[in-house]
């Protein structure tokens, strides 16, 4: 039996910062979502135009949460 993953792990591309921990970012496919640095996340700096990691739940790609540079 295939066992199909809770969480998957993309680049996206930050398209606008809107705090220190928060921004809105494009998948590689043109999808917007909300990226967010976790509680258990050191900050990083957050650039418009920087590729960064994120990880999505499949049952939701609305959202990610950055995992860094």
């Keep these: 039996m295939i066992e199909i993953p809770d969480q998957v ?3 996206a591309t930050i398209r606008q910062v ?3 921990r928060n921004c ?4 590689p496919n043109g999808k917007e979502i909300w ?5 258990g996340i ?8 920087a590729k960064v990691r994120v ?3 499949v ?7 950055l995992l860094g540079t």
């Design 24 to 27: 809105h970012a494009l998948l």
């Design 59 to 65: 049952s939701d790609f609305s959202y990610g949460e």
């Design 9 to 11: 792990e993309t680049v």
């Design 42 to 49: 050191p900050d990083f700096p957050l650039h418009e135009g």
């Design 35 to 39: 990226g967010f640095i976790g509680k």
């Design 55 to 57: 990880r999505m739940r």
């Design 18 to 20: 809107i705090d220190a």
